[in-house]
Every structure is written in C-alpha cells, then in structure tokens.
Nanobody, 119 residues
C-alpha cells in the first residue's frame, strides 16, 4: 500500500503561481512513477504531468511550458510548479503513484486538492 498526501492548493488570480506537493508513504520502494491529474466539474480527469523514478517527465498539452513537475526521491515527494495560471486551470488536482509488485502494476490516488484561478 502507498499513501499519498497532497498540499498546496488554493485560490489565485490569473497569471499567478502555485506549487502543489504530494508526499508518499508506505511501500514507496515499489513506486515506478508519480504524477498529477486534474478534474474540473463536468469534465473527465486529465493528465497534468508525470515523472518516472529516473526523472523522465511528460506533460499534458494544456500545461506545457507553464507547469513543471519535479521529484525529491529522498523525501518521497513530487511537486508541480504551476505558473501563468489561467481560469481554465481551475480543478481538483489529484496526485497519482504507479507501483509494481510481482509484475503487477497498481495505481494509488491522493484525496485531491482544489485549485481555483480567478479571472
């Protein structure tokens, strides 16, 4: 089992910045990669960014060039720095960890943190 605790959400004006953090605990040695997804009201959950244990990153098209994901392996924590925020970035942001154990992968999710961008 892996537990994920997110922090850093809040209300910000358009053009502003926020940094989200996600701390993992439990079977952290089994984590292959971590990332962030978001879900706005009435929309499907979408990719924000992911980062592998080796540091390779992937971003959703809507956040490329504005968001930066990073990882502190010593703290088992992943961050996403969100700059140039837009009202359309308003959503609940969820931390994700993908693990592997005896060849089987599993996904774990945090409880979500609200990000609201005002125009």
């Amino acid at each position: 089992q892996v537990q994920l605790v997110e922090s850093g959400g809040g209300l910000v004006q358009a053009g502003g910045s926020l940094r989200l953090s996600c701390a993992a605990s439990g079977r952290v040695f089994s984590i292959l990669g971590m990332g962030w997804y978001r879900q706005a009201p009435g929309k499907q959950r979408e990719l924000v960014a992911t980062i592998t244990s080796g540091g390779s990153t992937n971003y959703g098209d809507s956040v490329k060039g504005r968001f930066t994901i990073s990882r502190d392996n010593a703290k088992n924590t992943v961050y996403v720095q969100m700059d140039s925020l837009k009202p359309e970035d308003t959503a609940v942001y969820y931390c994700n960890a993908q693990t592997v154990r005896v060849g089987l992968t599993a996904d774990y999710w945090g409880q979500g943190t609200q990000v609201t961008v005002s125009s």
